[in-house]
């Protein structure tokens, strides 16, 4: 910062930590405010409130380094922003939010030949989709089990034509599919649950009874190709290849079947069950089969020979982008090319919807505002598309109806790892023309947030051991669905400046974690966030010390660390709670050729440990609008709001009571294609 005697003269920010596209937008547009007002009463940049935050507090420290006479007045100098002329435009297809159901709603109507307008609130485009996980679940059937080759050891990706070593399964999986096979085809019992505790992710005591009737189809297809799976894999099993030496087992039927009982969930009062639509849920994971091709030739790029795993996904079938391009490349780079390459396309940031523009008995329209004031009426001569996300940063709107958590948990001053702009606009929008909604209770948290800020700290559990830190035992299968975890987070858990359900994570320093570059580790401890340390007593000893309100004993700590290890090398039953796929120990140990543990080289002690402390906070709203198939938005009669579309979490009924990670991306870009494509069958000639 420079000053003169009298201003603010420059603002010139030299490094940055903040995520690109979301935080560092601000920069610029609060620079020139600040500068024009001299001082930091300007309002802040939507979307981007944490960065925001920060630079006010920086210019603020530095005027007062700088010897300012009268801080209250700089810190309320504000700059005034005059309205323009009333903006009035005409397009074939109006598009609200321009996270990743709008860039791909925009893409393909562009596609398709329509012009394109895309409103959006923030400063950039990206949405909630730019601080996700970014990863999407799609089975790629080349690196898989093929029926056809079964002894094939690779596969080829049929849209560069190269081959790829098939994946293999990790331990744990093919008792899982064991369970899905046994699983009770009479019609789901829910009477059973009147009497009896619904465990959310029980998948186990979930089986034994029954199915909906309409997933009983996609079932008893599943049986059959787990049947013939382990037909060619027991075999194997038997003559003492371990199972993370054979060819993993993904089907889109186990995608479809693993997505409803995954978001199978009861009401805390045991009056009502929600689950995802049966069309809905086939329809997004069958279109996810063809996404990366379509990402790809818009010039998207993903790792051809991967599926890994994430938080609460409950399979390996992750799909990730590069590194080098990232989730801004791979999902927004990518579609954007598409959208600016026909000059008639215009995506229009920092301009809130307010309206749906309803004339004899059709949408046709939106009405804006820019940030300045400037009013905009946008006319759809085709239709409206709604991708305005859910509403998981608006706490009260979370908490109005909630029927899933129990009010101890759930609470005001609940955190979010949404940005702060996902605020549920277009569903009140939507509801405004005569919109249904369905869901709208139950509201996913995501276990593995940050403590201090709420926000999402990346990773999986299949690599790592929770400790509940008062007992130093572990408390839950890390590999639950997100609920689940959450759920036991809160009842094991401590709470640390105000925030309930605090755990300790441990896991192998070398261990890549999942999610964008910015999510691995520095080499430095992030006080309050993570800790290295080595597997001691000693130094974990000095860890608690530091951090403070931990009860459980370093030592029982170890030997619960060890004793997984022990269950994930296969010799014993893992501590506390079972475990269902685990992919490593926590502690060094070596291999032999086939992929053998060798326990007689295990070491925890002179392991290089990372620590983490973090909780659950809100992630992804199930409920939203009802929408058919081809994402039509439902009219509270169940009729067809003529000229209306939704797409992305702005909708309801699709991933049930609880989200598989990883859904959210594929869902979302999926429906949105899905939604143009209807605009443009619904105007055909």
């Known amino acids: 910062m420079t000053f003169s005697d009298t201003a603010l003269t420059a603002v010139e920010v030299k490094a940055s930590g903040e995520t690109a596209h979301v935080g560092d937008v601000a920069y610029d547009i609060m620079i020139a405010d600040m500068l024009a007002a001299n001082g930091t009463g300007v309002d802040a940049v939507s979307g981007a409130t944490f960065t925001s935050r920060a630079l006010r507090t920086a210019v603020n420290d530095a005027a007062q380094q700088a010897g300012c006479t009268n801080p209250d007045a700089f810190r309320s100098a504000k700059v005034t922003h005059a309205a323009q002329e009333p903006i009035e435009v005409t397009y074939d297809v109006v598009i609200v939010g321009a996270g990743g159901a709008g860039m791909a709603a925009g893409a393909q109507a562009v596609q398709d030949g329509n012009s394109v307008l895309i409103i959006e609130k923030n400063a950039e485009v990206g949405g909630n989709t730019l601080v996700s996980g970014g990863q999407y679940q799609s089975v790629m059937p080349y690196l898989v089990w093929d029926p056809a080759d079964p002894d094939a050891t690779e596969g080829v990706y049929a849209h560069n034509g190269t081959a790829y ?392 700590v170890l030997e619960t660390v060890k004793a997984y290890d022990q269950a994930v090398m296969g010799l014993g039953e893992y501590p506390d709670v079972g475990k269902a796929i685990a992919s490593r120990t926590i502690g060094n140990v070596q291999m032999d050729e086939s992929g053998n543990y060798l326990p007689e080289t295990y070491d925890l002690e002179g392991t290089a440990l990372i620590v983490r402390l973090m909780a659950p906070s809100t992630h992804h709203t199930m409920g939203g609008l009802k929408v058919d198939t081809q994402r039509h938005v439902l009219a509270t009669d169940g009729s067809i709001i003529p000229g209306l579309y939704a797409a992305g979490e702005v909708t309801g009924g699709i991933h049930g009571g609880n989200r598989l990670g990883g859904n959210a991306i594929v869902e979302i870009f999926v429906s949105g294609r899905t939604a143009a494509q209807a605009v443009q069958a619904d105007n055909a000639d």
Not at 505 to 527: M, R, V, Y
């Open 165 to 556: 070593p098939k994946v293999k399964s990790v331990k744990g999986c093919i008792d899982e599919l064991r369970m899905i096979l046994n699983w009770n085809e009479a019609p789901f019992d829910e009477a059973w649950y009147l009497e009896n505790e619904f465990v959310a992710g029980d998948a186990k005591e979930l089986s034994k009874h029954g199915v909906h009737a309409e997933y009983l189809p996609v079932l008893l297809a599943l049986k059959d190709e787990i049947r013939a799976y382990l037909a060619w894999a027991d075999p194997q099993l038997e003559a003492g290849i371990p199972e993370n030496q054979l060819t993993l087992f993904s089907t889109v039927n186990l995608h479809i079947f693993q997505t409803y009982y995954g978001g199978l969930r009861q009401s805390a009062d045991k009056s009502q069950w929600i689950y995802g639509d049966v069309d809905l849920v086939t329809q997004f994971i069958q279109g996810g089969q063809g996404l990366k091709e379509w990402l790809e030739d818009q010039g998207a790029a993903f790792y051809e020979d991967t599926q890994q795993t994430l938080i609460g996904a409950l399979w390996y079938r992750e799909n990730e982008f590069t590194a080098e391009q990232g989730r801004w490349g791979a999902y927004f780079l990518a579609p954007m090319s598409t959208i600016n390459a026909a000059g008639n396309n215009e995506i229009m940031l920092r301009t809130e919807a307010r309206e749906l523009i309803f004339e004899d008995g059709r949408v046709t329209g939106v009405k804006a505002v820019r940030y300045d004031g400037t009013e905009v009426t946008a006319h759809a001569t085709k239709g409206v598309i709604l991708a305005t996300g859910g509403y998981a940063a608006n706490i009260p709107m979370v908490l109005d109806g909630n029927v899933y958590w129990s009010e101890e948990y759930l609470t005001a001053s609940t955190k979010t790892t949404n940005r702060s702009s996902l605020q549920g606009d277009g569903i009140v929008m939507a509801q405004a023309v005569g919109a249904d909604v369905t869901g709208m209770g139950f509201t996913q948290l995501m276990p593995i947030s940050w403590v201090d800020n709420g926000n999402l700290a990346f990773g999986g559990g299949n690599y790592a051991c929770w400790i509940n830190p008062n007992t130093g035992h572990r408390f839950v299968d890390e590999g639950s669905e997100r609920d689940v975890l959450s759920l036991a987070e809160f009842r094991n858990g401590m709470t640390v400046n105000g925030t309930p359900g605090v755990f300790l994570e441990i896991f192998n320093a070398a261990e890549h974690i999942p999610g964008p570059p910015s999510a691995q580790l520095g080499a430095e401890d992030f006080e309050g966030r993570y800790y290295h340390i080595n597997g001691t007593v000693e130094e974990l000893t000095a860890l608690f010390e530091r951090i403070g309100g931990i009860k459980a004993d370093p030592a029982t």
